[in-house]
């Protein structure tokens, strides 16, 4: 019985509630009384357009109540630290906050993203442990400091729906960005594609290695050309740097998706989790072009979220 959705680890069955997505997305209403008096809440550390909008959707399809908080803008300054003495602007502390908001959720989701300059604080995923620790109530990550698996349950059911031969080549290839940005989609991506049977391969420029733990058993390719000979899926993604963690040390216009590049697949889909820097991550030509599959991508974001909602609310 799943009791949280914030990681591979935390799915019993993944090949269940794979299925269960693309169950809902042919029927998104068939459970649309489970929900009922039951409430979700949404808590923004940072922003979201595809995450809030997919995940509110997905909840009013299963009949759920919704409510969501910026908690930057709209909440008390949060304190983190244990022990602190709060005499000082911050007038909350997150285990209080947690523990209220707890009370008047079923299921909470909470989105916080990486610092990119305490990587411990970071790869402990210090914030999503505090959820899971005081809210009482089942914890669904709308992308963490080191992981967006909400994002990767939907890339994995889009691939589904798409791959043309049983055991696809998939590819996850690093791109540059004028921002740092956090690896959390990477890390997941990785994570999830390892468990399947598909040839996973990633691509960056040596020196942007994800961490051991999402990609030590990965082939890693630093010849982009080379990674995408054969490819059946181009999956996009800038990540800053982890060893010299959270710097920008690579932007390397060479590593732009261009049709080009394409040319070297096997006809591939292009991916990406969106938000896109157009024309610096991929171009136009590439992201608007027939093989781009970023809006079917999008759409399984809600029964992705959907699937995970309902198996949190019938555990
Ligand atoms: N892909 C994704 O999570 O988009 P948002 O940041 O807009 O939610």
Redesign the pocket.
Known sequence: MMQHFTCWADVPQPLELLASAKALKQNPWADEGLGKHRTLGLIFFN??????LSTQKAAYNLGMQVIAMDINEQGWKIETQDGAIMNGDKAEHIKDAVGVMGQYCDIIGV?TFATLSDQEQDYQDFTLEQFKKYAGVPIVS??SAIR?P??SLADWLTIEEHKTRPRPKVVLTWAPHPKALPQA?ANSFAEWMQNTDYEFVITHPEGYELAEEFSQNVQIEYDQNKAFENADFIYAKNWSNYKNYGKVLNQDMNWTVSAQKMQLTNQAKFMH???VRRNVVVMDEVIDGSHSIILPQ?QN?VFSAQAVLKALLQR
């Not at 922003?47 to 809030?52: A, E, M, V």
């Open positions: 922003p979201s357009l595809r995450t809030r989105r709308l992308e967006h909400l994002q989609v989790c969106l938000p999008a974001r």
